[in-house]
């Protein structure tokens, strides 16, 4: 019994000089989906550049993104080795569910990658351009069916900002949601939708065979080719983002120490060859910087759901 | 790439030494439950489902379906040699199973089940890799309104078409699409019912209810119907390899038994039993030896086992290419699929083809493993039914605790100062629904295929009817849906007019015995 005491105390001695922090991240999604790829892909970093000794990823699935939130600040307020990934859709979630846990209860620490929406239609649509689908838009808004991903999130809130944009109500947005970009693809292929909305990720094997037409991406650069939004003359520029935050309570020295974990992380040759595999771009943004950005993003996402009548 | 192509690379996956050891897990399991009477393969898949959460999702899957085919094989050992069907495929195989024991040829009868199982399960499971690909490319084209007819006719042949009430099946099926409405609304990211509790937002766990309805209100059952008859188990005396008079009279049967029962599994309508029903009473006429029927004829084994070996594989047609369960064991494993992320369908032959072809090849492996399982160590199982059954029981409640406490223990719940797993709760307050449910003779499965197809069926119906902005008749424009519709109210008239000629007993011991 001494002996297994004396053993437990030598590793845990051994162990904890070798590096910083043995970081927890939480992915409050399902495994597979975007947050459980971002926390895999961290933790895969970090353990191979020596950032962390022993990197955990734990699964709060559920209500885009709000249990795990929740759970996080009940579980980890003051504690400096727990992170947690979140992005546009939990924010989008956060104001339609009315979670009494928002952003403003975590400590946000970097904006991590981004992935522009590309709008696409069937290769046999009589809608060839931009401005084909913006006059039919505007000629019976009911009459466009958009298929994207949740309710509420980056595909709906891009479509009611373009019909916004046009002169169209948004509440006329005849969006319907899928529960991901692989079902809304194949009610595009399928014709019984007129556009779909999603990922540009989602719909690139379709786009590059001739399946599906794209008409314009969603973000503020042309994405293999595809002209943006702006570029056809609807001004709006819409991303996808995924973050990372720490848990509230932190000191000054915490915080600033987990930042300097994250900036390593992102600067990492691992970290780079990760993104560009998967097909993310590189968004970091930090600090003050990032704290601006992320009001902006709140207020705008809280404006365009009341505009579409998801939040009173 | 074709299918034999396909085929090949599941074999290849499917031979993997870590699948290799699921599929041998699931059979031997399988095996078990099947021998075993009121414990069957859906309660048993429910069971593992929280506990598989964090395995591998194809090795899971491959070990899921061991158990459904294992389940088939087990249950005729039981029917033969107990009289008491071990699960409710194997009703028919008693009647002549029996008494052929009682003769002392209980081993021929054994083996004719084990071989034709195993010719059927071969069969069928091939029949299943190539039919699959032409239903998937057919299922491509439907559209919401023919997902919605679809689910429509599933729901009427999981709750009103068979058993003896329909208003009991509907019953039970409504109470599951009310559990399926609670939730945030995918349509609009509202949260519905869900009175302010977390855990609710994301709806009720399949999974919970599953393990609740099947092995909780089961124990529950049992143990309020303790002091049974204690039945008497039947050694096999003599060899047990077949003569060659039963080879010859068995032969066909199984083949017929397989066609029977494979298109009978493979439609959206019924389960297993059905095609036993059908096959006996074909043997029955075709037989040249129909003095022996009633008292021991082989061919009444043989035809039978082959049919609920070979529908076990049909109804993975519909389920892997639809996504649309037709037994309860085929829910519980959507329930499976759903738990790692994955929606049977169409889509998952095109996002997932690796997994669904080491699926289905492991199904051939699984097949070969059964029949040297359920062969030559016969003897070995039949001691498993000398288990006492409150040992068996409290196993089961222990294992289903404890499972739904590892998938989702979170102490969550609050009252007052207390901290409580409100899965738990759930779990005990589902249990304690499904046994007053089997307590008044209401059948369980329709309650699970509610909550699972409920919510598809309505994403399906507000999908339709809002790119038809709101027009109804769009429901039946396609002719898909008609066709769908018209079966479904086939499916409505057929039984109802068996039942006013008096011939109701069969279906009425369908819903008895469903599993």
Same mark, same amino acid.
């Given at each position: 019994?001494?002996?297994?005491?004396?053993?437990?105390?030598?590793?845990?001695?051994?162990?904890?000089?070798?590096?910083?922090?043995?970081?927890?991240?939480?992915?409050?999604?399902?495994p597979?989906?975007?947050?459980?790829?971002?926390?895999?892909?961290?933790?895969?970093?970090?353990?191979?550049?020596?950032?962390?000794?022993?990197?955990?990823?734990?699964?709060?699935?559920?209500?885009?993104?709000?249990?795990?939130?929740a759970?996080?600040?009940?579980?980890?307020?003051?504690?400096?080795?727990?992170l947690?990934?979140?992005?546009?859709?939990?924010?989008?979630?956060?104001?339609?569910?009315?979670?009494?846990? %928002?952003?403003?209860? !975590?400590?946000? =620490? #970097?904006?991590?990658?981004?992935e522009s929406? &590309?709008? $696409?239609? @069937?290769?046999n649509?009589?809608?060839?351009?931009?401005d084909?689908?913006?006059a039919?838009?505007?000629?019976?808004?009911?009459?466009?069916?958009?298929?994207?991903? %949740?309710?509420?999130? !980056?595909?709906? =809130? #891009?479509?009611?900002?373009?019909a916004?944009? &046009?002169? $169209?109500? @948004?509440?006329?947005?005849n969006?319907?949601?899928?529960?991901?970009?692989?079902?809304?693809?194949?009610a595009?292929?399928?014709?019984?939708?007129t556009?779909?909305? %999603?990922?540009?990720?989602e719909?690139?094997?379709?786009?590059?065979?001739?399946?599906?037409?794209?008409?314009?991406?969603?973000?503020?650069?042309?994405?293999?080719?595809?002209?943006?939004?702006?570029?056809?003359?609807?001004?709006?520029?819409?991303q996808?983002w995924?973050?990372?935050?720490?848990?509230?309570?932190?000191?000054?020295?915490?915080?600033?120490?987990?930042?300097?974990?994250?900036?390593?992380?992102?600067?990492?040759?691992?970290?780079?060859?990760?993104?560009?595999?998967?097909?993310?771009?590189?968004?970091?943004?930090?600090?003050?910087?990032?704290?601006?950005?992320?009001?902006?993003?709140?207020?705008?996402?809280?404006?365009?759901?009341k505009?579409?009548?998801?939040?009173? | 790439?074709?299918?034999?192509?396909?085929?090949?690379?599941?074999?290849?996956?499917?031979m993997?030494?870590?699948?290799l050891?699921?599929?041998?897990?699931?059979?031997?399991?399988?095996?078990?439950?099947g021998?075993?009477?009121g414990?069957?393969?859906?309660?048993?898949v429910?069971?593992?489902?929280?506990?598989?959460?964090?395995?591998?999702?194809?090795?899971?899957?491959?070990?899921?379906?061991?158990?459904?085919?294992?389940?088939?094989?087990?249950g005729?050992?039981?029917?033969?040699?107990?009289?008491?069907?071990?699960?409710?495929?194997?009703i028919?195989?008693?009647?002549?199973?029996?008494?052929?024991?009682?003769?002392?040829?209980?081993?021929?009868?054994?083996a004719?089940s084990?071989?034709?199982?195993f010719?059927?399960?071969?069969?069928?499971?091939?029949?299943?890799?190539?039919?699959?690909?032409?239903?998937?490319?057919?299922?491509?084209?439907?559209?919401?309104?023919?997902?919605?007819a679809?689910?429509?006719?599933?729901?009427?042949t999981?709750?009103?078409?068979?058993?003896?009430?329909?208003?009991?099946g509907?019953?039970?099926?409504f109470?599951?699409?009310?559990?399926?409405?609670?939730?945030?609304?995918?349509?609009?990211?509202?949260?519905?019912?869900?009175?302010?509790?977390?855990?609710?937002?994301?709806g009720?766990?399949?999974?919970?209810?599953a393990?609740?309805?099947?092995?909780?209100?089961?124990?529950?059952?049992?143990?309020?119907?303790?002091?049974?008859?204690?039945?008497?188990?039947?050694?096999?005396?003599?060899?047990?390899?077949?003569?060659?008079?039963?080879?010859?009279?068995?032969?066909?049967?199984?083949?017929r038994?397989?066609?029977?029962?494979?298109?009978?599994?493979?439609?959206p309508a019924?389960?297993?039993?059905?095609?036993?029903f059908?096959?006996?009473?074909?043997?029955?006429?075709?037989?040249?030896?129909?003095?022996?029927f009633?008292?021991?004829?082989?061919?009444?084994?043989?035809?039978?086992?082959?049919?609920?070996n070979?529908?076990?594989?049909?109804?993975?047609?519909?389920?892997?290419?639809?996504?649309?369960?037709?037994?309860?064991?085929?829910?519980?494993?959507?329930?499976?699929?759903?738990?790692?992320?994955?929606?049977?369908g169409?889509?998952?032959?095109?996002?997932?083809?690796?997994?669904?072809?080491?699926?289905?090849?492991?199904?051939?492996?699984?097949?070969?493993?059964?029949?040297v399982?359920?062969?030559p160590l016969?003897?070995?199982?039949?001691r498993?039914?000398?288990?006492?059954?409150?040992?068996?029981?409290?196993?089961?409640?222990?294992?289903?605790?404890l499972?739904?406490?590892?998938?989702?223990?979170?102490?969550?719940?609050?009252?007052?100062p207390?901290?409580?797993?409100?899965?738990?709760?759930?779990?005990?307050?589902f249990?304690?629904?499904?046994?007053?449910?089997?307590?008044?003779?209401?059948?369980?499965?329709?309650?699970?295929?509610?909550?699972?197809?409920?919510p598809?069926a309505?994403?399906?119906?507000?999908?339709?009817?809002?790119?038809?902005?709101?027009?109804?008749?769009?429901?039946?424009h396609?002719?898909?849906?008609?066709?769908?519709?018209?079966?479904?109210?086939?499916?409505i008239?057929?039984?109802?007019?068996?039942?006013?000629?008096?011939?109701?007993?069969?279906?009425?011991?369908?819903?008895?015995?469903?599993?």
């Amino acid at each position: 019994m001494n002996k297994l005491l004396l053993a437990a105390l030598v590793s845990g001695a051994m162990a904890v000089p070798a590096f910083a922090a043995d970081y927890t991240i939480m992915a409050p999604a399902s495994p597979g989906g975007g947050w459980d790829q971002t926390a895999r892909t961290m933790q895969e970093a970090m353990q191979a550049e020596g950032i962390s000794g022993n990197v955990q990823v734990t699964n709060v699935p559920g209500a885009g993104g709000t249990i795990g939130l929740a759970q996080f600040v009940n579980q980890y307020t003051g504690n400096p080795n727990a992170l947690i990934v979140g992005g546009y859709v939990m924010v989008g979630a956060v104001l339609t569910n009315a979670s009494p846990v %928002s952003l403003a209860n !975590v400590t946000p =620490i #970097a904006r991590l990658t981004g992935e522009s929406d &590309v709008i $696409v239609v @069937p290769a046999n649509s009589e809608l060839q351009s931009l401005d084909d689908l913006v006059a039919m838009l505007k000629a019976d808004p009911g009459s466009v069916s958009w298929a994207g991903g %949740s309710a509420g999130g !980056v595909d709906h =809130i #891009a479509a009611g900002l373009i019909a916004k944009a &046009v002169g $169209v109500d @948004p509440t006329a947005v005849n969006y319907i949601a899928y529960s991901g970009g692989g079902e809304a693809l194949a009610a595009v292929l399928g014709g019984q939708v007129t556009v779909g909305i %999603s990922g540009a990720g989602e719909f690139a094997a379709q786009i590059e065979a001739g399946d599906l037409r794209a008409l314009a991406v969603t973000g503020d650069e042309p994405f293999n080719g595809i002209p943006t939004l702006q570029d056809g003359g609807v001004d709006v520029v819409v991303q996808n983002w995924r973050m990372v935050a720490a848990a509230p309570g932190l000191t000054d020295e915490q915080k600033a120490a987990i930042n300097a974990d994250i900036e390593k992380l992102v600067a990492s040759a691992t970290w780079t060859e990760a993104l560009a595999t998967k097909g993310w771009v590189n968004t970091y943004l930090a600090g003050d910087a990032f704290d601006a950005q992320l009001t902006k993003d709140i207020a705008a996402t809280e404006a365009i759901l009341k505009d579409i009548g998801l939040v009173q | 790439m074709d299918t034999f192509g396909l085929l090949g690379q599941g074999l290849i996956a499917a031979m993997q030494w870590q699948n290799l050891i699921y599929a041998f897990i699931g059979v031997t399991l399988g095996t078990a439950v099947g021998v075993l009477p009121g414990i069957g393969p859906a309660l048993t898949v429910a069971l593992l489902l929280p506990v598989t959460y964090r395995l591998d999702p194809a090795g899971s899957l491959i070990m899921f379906a061991g158990i459904y085919y294992g389940g088939m094989y087990g249950g005729s050992t039981t029917s033969i040699l107990l009289n008491t069907p071990g699960e409710s495929a194997s009703i028919v195989t008693a009647l002549e199973g029996n008494k052929m024991a009682r003769k002392g040829r209980g081993g021929p009868a054994l083996a004719t089940s084990a071989i034709g199982s195993f010719v059927a399960g071969l069969i069928a499971t091939l029949g299943l890799a190539f039919i699959a690909p032409f239903v998937v490319k057919f299922a491509l084209m439907f559209g919401p309104a023919d997902y919605f007819a679809l689910m429509i006719l599933a729901f009427i042949t999981v709750s009103a078409a068979f058993g003896d009430s329909a208003l009991r099946g509907l019953t039970a099926l409504f109470i599951g699409l009310g559990l399926g409405v609670i939730g945030i609304d995918l349509q609009t990211g509202q949260a519905r019912l869900a009175f302010g509790i977390p855990d609710l937002l994301d709806g009720i766990e399949v999974t919970t209810l599953a393990v609740a309805m099947f092995a909780i209100g089961e124990t529950l059952m049992i143990a309020s119907t303790s002091g049974s008859i204690k039945d008497e188990v039947i050694a096999v005396k003599g060899s047990i390899w077949m003569t060659a008079e039963d080879w010859k009279r068995s032969w066909g049967a199984w083949l017929r038994g397989t066609a029977i029962g494979f298109p009978i599994g493979a439609m959206p309508a019924g389960g297993a039993e059905i095609g036993t029903f059908f096959s006996y009473a074909t043997e029955k006429q075709l037989t040249k030896h129909p003095e022996e029927f009633g008292e021991g004829a082989i061919e009444g084994v043989a035809g039978p086992e082959a049919a609920n070996n070979a529908s076990a594989a049909g109804t993975l047609v519909p389920l892997l290419t639809l996504g649309l369960p037709t037994t309860a064991t085929a829910a519980i494993m959507l329930a499976g699929f759903q738990q790692f992320g994955l929606q049977p369908g169409p889509l998952l032959f095109a996002n997932n083809a690796s997994l669904v072809w080491a699926l289905i090849a492991s199904l051939l492996v699984a097949n070969f493993m059964l029949v040297v399982l359920n062969l030559p160590l016969i003897g070995l199982w039949v001691r498993l039914l000398t288990i006492p059954k409150p040992w068996l029981y409290g196993g089961i409640l222990v294992f289903a605790t404890l499972g739904t406490l590892g998938a989702n223990g979170a102490m969550s719940g609050h009252i007052g100062p207390i901290s409580f797993s409100f899965e738990l709760m759930m779990l005990l307050a589902f249990g304690i629904l499904g046994y007053l449910l089997r307590r008044f003779g209401y059948p369980i499965a329709p309650v699970v295929v509610g909550l699972i197809l409920g919510p598809m069926a309505e994403q399906q119906l507000r999908r339709a009817l809002a790119i038809s902005q709101g027009d109804f008749t769009a429901l039946f424009h396609s002719p898909i849906a008609i066709v769908l519709y018209m079966l479904a109210t086939a499916a409505i008239l057929i039984p109802l007019y068996f039942r006013l000629r008096g011939k109701g007993e069969v279906f009425s011991q369908l819903a008895s015995d469903e599993d």
